[in-house]
């Protein structure tokens, strides 16, 4: 049996260690899961402020006369609706209409687009990419994954810790937008997106210099009441707003239909890869659907994979689950059949061979408390 091939380090591991994050591996690379705890963590970013480090993820740079043609005519949004300086939310699917990944497409300028990818789906996604091309596109396809980092700042005073760094003066990416700015070093992209509900940005830059800017902005982000973050409060953080996680709720065997992503699909745009399943989906009925559900009593955490039963019968089994640190309750999401998928259902996970109750809810699980 050969040896697992060595986990990938991204340029802020040594300063991880340093700061004395617990490290394990995720997707092929050894990330900080947690600094203080999980919990504590996922609380300061609610109420505060967090960093984390993103640098996993990839970057792809497609430019072009054509490029245009060949984002629409290969993700499911409408790429023609965005001007430069945007961005959405989109996903990339093979010919079943299965999702390969589920990206974020900027446009920085009127022939070039800025791709974010999840870690585990880079070679994938890269490889789809290129087999899409044709000898009559042109366009331009550069990866940038190996020679980026990123950083996510999440959380109420997110504008506070941009102002701390980039000075008052300095403009503060709204939803969906991007702004890129040449430096000596090359070009860094701010974005204002994030994985965790709250209002943040996330901040893309030359690997050789994301240690300076990860310490400068773990400063301002500690100044502001603020803690650097791992990938267990990213997780809580996420399934808390019932956001999918690539490899647990998206797959390439399911539809974007199926996981309830309709809306960020244009059936309407004209021919992109896995429209025509869509659409044939769409028509003969989906066969089970992504519900959220919540357990409602005193139960074990629900984990990925735990059997999900309904009316006696096991019908599915959980793709994300969690105790979440906001509500003080097991919540998750699972594959089930429609009629196991309605608002209200009751369900019963299965956990180390006992059947606790829960009840199936609308998206999200968490809702920001009225002011």
Known sequence: MSDPAPLRRTPLHAVHVEMGARMVPFAGWDMPVQYTGIVEEHKVVRQSVGVFDISHMGQFIVSGKGAEAFLNRVLTNNINSLQPGQ?????????????????????????????????????????????????????????????????????????????????????????????????????????????????????????????????????????????????????????????????????????????????????????????????????????DKLAAFRMTGVAPPPRPHYP????????GEVCSGTQSPSLSAGIGMAYVPLNAAAIGTTLEIEIRGRRFPAEVVKKPFYRKPSL
């Open 308 to 315: 999900v039963a309904h009316a006696g019968q096991i019908v």
């Open 87 to 287: 961005g959405q939310y989109t996903l990339l699917l093979n010919k079943k209409g299965g999702v390969i990944d589920d990206l974020i497409a900027y446009r920085t300028s009127e022939r070039e687009f800025f791709l974010v990818v999840n870690a585990s789906r880079i070679d994938a996604d890269w490889e789809h990419l290129e087999s899409q091309l044709t000898k009559d596109d042109d366009v331009m396809m550069a990866n940038a994954s190996d020679f980026t980092a990123g950083l996510a700042i999440q959380g109420p005073k997110a504008r506070e810790v941009a102002a701390a760094v980039f000075g008052s003066a300095g403009s503060f990416p709204e939803h969906n937008t991007i702004l890129v700015t040449m430096t000596d070093n090359g070009p860094m992209w701010l974005c204002g997106t994030g994985y965790t509900g709250e209002e943040g940005f996330e901040f893309f830059m030359p690997a050789e210099i994301a240690e300076t800017w990860f310490r400068k902005i773990v400063d301002a982000v500690k100044a502001a009441g603020g803690v650097p973050c791992g990938l267990g409060a990213r997780d809580t953080l996420r399934l808390e707003m019932g956001y999918p996680l690539n490899g647990n709720d998206l797959s390439e065997d399911r539809t974007p239909l199926q996981a309830g992503l309709g809306f960020f699909v244009d059936l309407d745009k004209g021919d992109f890869t896995g429209r025509e399943a869509l659409v044939a989906q769409k028509a003969a009925g989906l066969p």
